[in-house]
C-alpha cells in the first residue's frame, strides 16, 4: 500500500531514505563510500534533494517497524526464556523447549500451564526430574552402550533430563549429527531422547555439549529462526549476509517497505524485495506465470492444430490450407484442411481451393479458434511486459556494476575538467532506482484493467519517464571525455519531476481506491 511520497520509494541502494545531505550513502554492496557523507550539492543547484518526493521531512510517518540486530534477538528470547524459567521452575534449557512447543506464546504457555502443570511439561517434551532412576554407578565402571553394544566407562555416557543413562557420548553424537543429516531441520530442532518411547526432547545445550560445531551451530540458528517464524510480527531481513530481524509494531495488516541497516528493501509481507506499486497477491501471480513453462507450451498448442485423421498436433509456417500429415515425421500419411481442420478429399474448387475454405466458418474448428486467438493474444500481452521487466531489471544490475567506478570516473573528471564530479554518483543513484520502478510498473501494468481510467495517464507517464531514462544513461554511459556535466545536471532534473510524476499518480490512485473501499 502507498501511503505518502516518503513511503513509495527509498533509495533501492541505499540503507538510508534518499534525500537529506547528511543522511546519503550508498550501500557497501556498491562499494562506494564506507559511511561517509554524501558530497556536497553543487551550489547553483535550485532542485536539491530536500525538494524532492524522496524525503520530505513534514511527511514522515511514525515508525512502525524496528530493526533488531542478531544479538539483540538473542536478547530478547533469553529474557523470555529467563521469565519462562521463573514459572515452570525448570532450568532455562527445558524452559526454551517449551516456550518453543508453544510456538514462542508466553500467554497460551502460562494459561496452560497453569490448567494442568504435568501435562504442559509432558506435552512440550520436558520433564523435572528423572522418569528413572539415577543409576549408582561410579565414574570408572563400566556399562554396556545399548546402541553400540560397546562396554564404556559410566562417565563416558549421557543422559537427558529423563535419566535414561545407558548411552555413550558417541552414539549421541552420531545420532545428533545424524538428525539434521537426514531428519531435515524441522524435525531435527525436535530431537527426542534415544530411549525407545521416550519423549524428553534435547536443547540448545546438548547440541552445543555433544554434536559438532557445525550441527550445533544450525541447531543454534533454526532455534532462534523458530521464534521469528512463529511470530506474525517478526521477520527475518532477506539479505542472507544481514541477520538482522525485523518487528512490525502498527496495526493491521504490515504491508509497507521496510528499510534494513544492511541497505536491503523489502516487503515486510512478503519478503520480496521493494515491489511497490505492486501487491503482494499480483507478485504471486506474476511469478507463478514467470516460473511456469506451461505458457510456452500453451502458445505452441495454440499455435498448432490435430490431424483430422490421427489428432497428431501440427503446426503450419507457412503455406496452404492442404496438410500433409507425413509419415516420415512420426504422422499418418493423410491430408487435412488447416482451416476447418477437416478430410482434404472433401475439399476442392468448389470449397474455396487450396487458399480459403468456405466450410471454416460453419465448422466447429471456427470457434475453437476464436478462442485460442484470445488465449494466444493474452500470453503474447504477458511475454510483452515481461520483456519489458526483464529489460529494465538487467540495465538496473548494469547499473549497480557501473556504480563500481564512480569514484574512479570523479576523479578522472576532476582532474581533466576542474569541475565538482559529485553530479555522476547522484546520476548513477537516480538512474538505479529508476530502473527498479520502471520494472515494477510493467508488472503493475500487466494487471491493471484495459478499462480502467487510471490507464491512459498511467501509459503516458510510464512512457514519458522511460523516454527520460534513456537520455539519461546515453548521457551518462560515455567515456570521461565526452561527459556533458551541464546536459547530465539538466537531465537529472527532468528524470526527477517525471518521476515525482508518476509517483504522485500511484498515490493519488491508492488514496481513491482507499476512500472506496
Known amino acids: 500500500d502507498i501511503s505518502s511520497q516518503e513511503d513509495f520509494y527509498f533509495d533501492s541502494f541505499s540503507g538510508e531514505s534518499f534525500g537529506s545531505d547528511d543522511e546519503m550513502s550508498l550501500s557497501a554492496e556498491w562499494g562506494l563510500h564506507d559511511s561517509g ?4 550539492m553543487y551550489e547553483d543547484e535550485p532542485y536539491g534533494y530536500e525538494d524532492t518526493f524522496f524525503f520530505r521531512e513534514e511527511e514522515k510517518k511514525e515508525e512502525v517497524y524496528k530493526i533488531i540486530p542478531e544479538e539483540k534477538l538473542t ?14 521452575g525448570l532450568d532455562k534449557e527445558y524452559a526454551a523447549m517449551v516456550l518453543q512447543y508453544f510456538k514462542w506464546n508466553y500467554e497460551t504457555l502460562c494459561e496452560e500451564y497453569f490448567e494442568n502443570s504435568e501435562e504442559c511439561l509432558k506435552k512440550s517434551g520436558s520433564v523435572r526430574e528423572p522418569l528413572v532412576p539415577i543409576p549408582q554407578l561410579k565414574p570408572d565402571d563400566r556399562v554396556e552402550c545399548l546402541i553400540c553394544f560397546d562396554q564404556v ?25 545424524a538428525q539434521f543429516n537426514y531428519r531435515g531441520i524441522v524435525m531435527a530442532t525436535d530431537t527426542r531422547c534415544m530411549h525407545p518411547n521416550c ?43 544481514c541477520g538482522n530481524a525485523v518487528k512490525f509494531s502498527g496495526e493491521g495488516k504490515p504491508t509497507e517497505v521496510v528499510s534494513c541497516t544492511c541497505g536491503s528493501h523489502f516487503c515486510f509481507a512478503c519478503g520480496r524485495e521493494d515491489h511497490r506499486p505492486v501487491s503482494c497477491l499480483q507478485m504471486n501471480m506474476w511469478d507463478e506465470k514467470n516460473q511456469s513453462d506451461d505458457e510456452t507450451l500453451k502458445l505452441v498448442m495454440l499455435m498448432s492444430k490435430p490431424c483430422f485423421h ?24 493423410n491430408h487435412w484442411c488447416w482451416m476447418c481442420g477437416g478430410d482434404w478429399s472433401t475439399h ?7 487458399y480459403s475454405c468456405n466450410q471454416y466458418e460453419e465448422s466447429s474448428r471456427y470457434s475453437i479458434d476464436q478462442e485460442n486467438e484470445m488465449k494466444k493474444a493474452e500470453i503474447e500481452r504477458f511475454q510483452h511486459f ?63 484493467d ?15 519517464l522511460e523516454s527520460v531514462v534513456e537520455g539519461l544513461a546515453d548521457l551518462l554511459f560515455v567515456s570521461v571525455e565526452k561527459l556533458q556535466h551541464e546536459d547530465i545536471k539538466n537531465q537529472i532534473r527532468v528524470v526527477r519531476t517525471y518521476m515525482d510524476n508518476l509517483i504522485n499518480s500511484f498515490e493519488d490512485r491508492q488514496r481513491i481506491l482507499e476512500n472506496s473501499k
Open 348 to 354: 476442392g474448387s468448389h470449397t474455396g481451393g487450396y
Open 386 to 448: 515481461f520483456q519489458r521487466y526483464f529489460e529494465h531489471t538487467v540495465k538496473e544490475k548494469d547499473v549497480m556494476e557501473a556504480c563500481e567506478t564512480v569514484p574512479e570516473k570523479q576523479l578522472e573528471f576532476r582532474a581533466k575538467t576542474s569541475y565538482d564530479p559529485a553530479f555522476l554518483l547522484e546520476a548513477h543513484e537516480l538512474l538505479g532506482r529508476c530502473r527498479h520502478t520502471l520494472a515494477y510498473t510493467y508488472v503493475y501494468g500487466f494487471f491493471l
Open 450 to 464: 484495459s478499462e480502467d481510467s487510471f490507464k491512459p495517464l498511467f501509459e503516458m507517464q510510464q512512457a514519458s
Open 153 to 177: 566407562k559410566f562417565s563416558e555416557t549421557f543422559s537427558l533430563q529423563c535419566g535414561h543413562h545407558h548411552y555413550c557420548v558417541n552414539c549421541w553424537r552420531d545420532y545428533l549429527n
Open 199 to 241: 519423549t524428553i526432547r534435547a536443547g540448545k545445550n546438548v547440541y552445543e555439549k555433544l554434536a559438532n560445531k557445525r550441527v550445533a551451530e544450525k541447531f543454534k540458528y533454526f532455534f532462534v529462526k523458530s521464534f521469528v517464524d512463529e511470530n506474525k510480527s517478526f521477520t527475518y531481513c532477506p539479505n542472507p549476509k
Open 310 to 333: 490421427c489428432g497428431r498436433m501440427t503446426e503450419r509456417i507457412s503455406g496452404c490450407n492442404h496438410m500433409h500429415c507425413r509419415k516420415d515425421q512420426g504422422g499418418c500419411g
Open 37 to 40: 557523507n554524501f558530497p556536497e
Open 75 to 88: 536478547e530478547m528470547i533469553d529474557d523470555l526464556i529467563s521469565q519462562a524459567s521463573s514459572l515452570l
